[in-house]
């Protein structure tokens, strides 16, 4: 028994050893990323192979973007970060991981690609749900993530908070009136956006799920185009999901040009391409004039414009005590 | 699933033998509507679910399933939980040995401290039990900096996650030998002794071989369990695909991933598991009670 056991144990720690590419990456990322890296990481490693003659294998880790930067400052070892927003990454440059200036190393905010929030409803939609109002009134029932844990939830609630500015007559105070209005339809808040996806497709909870754009195509695409509609809001927020190489880990590794070819590749036409048919926003004109029949149009602000960035917004909506927990406590 | 439904009808009669049958009195409708209600409620709460899973599982035939079954991360993920229970498990042998034979044998001051120490884990919530490692082993924690300095990986990786299966599971050895060994009391040691046997003979010669059954039971427990924790696991996991997900993440990655079929396929495999431990766990009973 005693060494049947032992024989197990080494087994499967040679066969764990013997199994290891040239290089391997980790790419810390967040929810609704996992078929898209799935995508950019096979392309990337067969370039890679080609053009220096290694091979390289990336690993992947998803989970809810604030949860995710959580365990890279607890050392989880990634050597890249692809969060769903700038203030993630933020957080884990001020524990000294990474430079505070790193979102001026790589082109357009660090984000090689964008992308925004709609409506996801059940077919025909029964709600008649058409813009940001519809979710705050009486009876319908909200799907979002925990802003606390979720880049994709801070984004969308920042979205709904920049609708009720831009009204006429539009003010702080009633902001903040209509966004408590909107969490008052919450009924059950998870921590990343592929559990409140899970929840609105699968569980059948809720009338109205808020969704990154592509997590609403891709359930579309999952589910069938007669089981939900995707309703576009007559404004809403660019959200600017961004990446960046995590200094300190690299340069332990000696991973640096391997990481920073790996999310340049992410900017050029083949990864541009990838990204918008996996129904994200390429930043590359060409390519986005090739796929823009694909996106909606849609009217879009930025955080920078309406909330002064993300620190800015972090500390005043979704730092402790902040008017998000306000809002939801009560 | 035939093997389930078999154990319950099997073990359902043997609760009502004779003896207690003519203690208890009750007319044969009352026993026969309490055996029902039992049977019912088991065949809801577990006999429909483990259908269900089997039934996912192959819900795209054999081929699917074997194909979701020997995907590198899926690979992955059954060897990692496969290690990981095989060390938390002999660890929690050695370390619930020792506690329950300090515990039985020996009189001491804060015994009863030590008691209750050990069942903490049952009552403390594994998302705890796993934030204790992270806050103690995490880079901004309490040793974090010295194990970066020294390039320890202690979290996100292998150790983090048999640390925390070790504190989950922690009671279930314990726990089961603890009530035997204080029943059997210290005279056959002490006869011993006095035979002139030393400790370690007196242990390995009368203490063990009176507690083995229990002990191997103890052992399928905590088996069971370190295969299946999620909670404590996940804080500690970090989630990296091949390398750190054991099977119940696995499980939850590819049912969040939309791939329905591979995640029951995962998940039946882990049943599977489960319904072994369930079985040697019956047939031990069987010896027990036939010594």
Request: charged share 20%; proline share 5%; glycine share 8%.
């Amino acid at each position: 028994m005693k060494r049947l056991l032992t024989g197990i144990i080494a087994s499967v720690t040679l066969s764990v050893a013997t199994h290891a590419a040239d290089v391997t990456l980790l790419n810390v990322s967040y929810d609704p990323t996992r078929e898209l890296y799935a995508d950019i990481n096979k392309a990337f490693a067969a370039k890679y192979q080609a053009e220096t003659g290694k091979s390289i294998e990336i690993k992947q880790s998803h989970g809810g973007s604030g949860r995710q930067a959580r365990s890279v400052i607890d050392g989880l070892p990634a050597d890249v970060v692809t969060l769903a927003l700038a203030y993630d990454i933020d957080e884990v440059a001020q524990r000294g991981a990474l430079a505070a200036d790193w979102q001026t190393k790589l082109p357009q905010n660090a984000s090689p690609y964008t992308s925004t929030f709609v409506f996801l409803v059940r077919k025909g939609n029964p709600k008649g749900i058409k813009d940001w109002d519809d979710l705050a009134k009486p009876g319908v029932k909200v799907i979002t993530p925990n802003p606390k844990t979720s880049g994709g939830a801070r984004w969308n609630y920042l979205g709904a908070w920049g609708y009720a500015l831009k009204k006429p007559g539009g003010t702080e105070d009633s902001a903040k009136a209509f966004v408590k209005a909107i969490f008052a339809n919450v009924p059950v808040l998870d921590t990343g956006a592929r559990g409140s996806t899970v929840t609105f497709v699968e569980r059948n909870v809720g009338d109205v799920l808020i969704a990154w754009e592509n997590e609403a195509f891709l359930s579309i695409n999952e589910f069938g185009k007669d089981k939900f509609d995707i309703v576009v809001p007559s404004i809403t927020i660019l959200a600017e999901p961004p990446v960046a190489v995590v200094d300190k880990v690299v340069d332990k590794k000696g991973t640096r040009a391997a990481a920073e070819a790996y999310l340049k590749f992410i900017y050029t036409k083949e990864g541009q391409e990838i990204a918008a048919k996996n129904y994200y926003r390429p930043r590359d004109p060409e390519v986005a004039k090739k796929y823009e029949n694909v996106f909606p149009k849609v009217a879009l602000f930025t955080i920078d414009e309406v909330f002064g960035g993300w620190k800015v917004a972090q500390k005043k909506h979704f730092a402790d005590k902040g008017v998000f927990d306000e809002i939801y406590s009560q | 699933m035939s093997v389930a439904a078999g154990t319950l009808a099997t073990r359902t009669p043997s609760s009502s033998q004779d003896s207690r049958r003519r203690i208890v009195a009750e007319p044969a409708p009352v026993r026969w509507l309490i055996v029902g209600v039992a049977l019912l409620f088991l065949t809801v709460f577990l006999v429909v679910p483990l259908v269900a899973v089997f039934y996912q599982a192959f819900s795209r035939g054999v081929w699917p399933y074997l194909g979701a079954l020997t995907h590198p991360d899926a690979v992955a993920a059954i060897k990692l939980t496969l290690m990981v229970a095989a060390i938390s498990v002999s660890l929690n042998l050695v370390f619930g040995l020792i506690a329950a034979w300090a515990i039985a044998k020996f009189e001491f001051r804060g015994k009863s401290v030590l008691i209750t120490l050990i069942d903490l884990p049952f009552s403390i919530s594994p998302v705890i039990s796993g934030l204790v490692f992270v806050l103690l082993f995490g880079a901004q924690g309490f040793f974090g900096g010295y194990l970066q300095e020294h390039d320890v990986r202690i979290i996100f990786a292998l150790p983090g996650i048999v640390l925390a299966t070790v504190l989950v599971t922690f009671p279930f050895v314990a726990r089961e030998l603890i009530p035997l060994m204080q029943q059997q009391g210290t005279q056959e040691e002490e006869a011993a002794i006095s035979l002139g046997a030393s400790g370690l003979q007196t242990f390995f010669r009368v203490t063990l071989p009176n507690v083995k059954w229990a002990l191997l039971y103890g052992v399928l427990l905590c088996n069971a369990r370190a295969m299946g924790e999620f909670g404590a696991v996940s804080v500690v996991s970090g989630h990296i695909r091949g390398e750190t997900n054991t099977m119940p993440l696995h499980i939850e990655i590819l049912y969040n991933e939309y791939q329905f079929m591979a995640s029951f396929a995962v998940a039946s495999l882990l049943a599977l598991l489960a319904l072994v431990t369930l079985i040697a766990k019956v047939v031990l009973e069987k010896y027990v009670g036939a010594e």
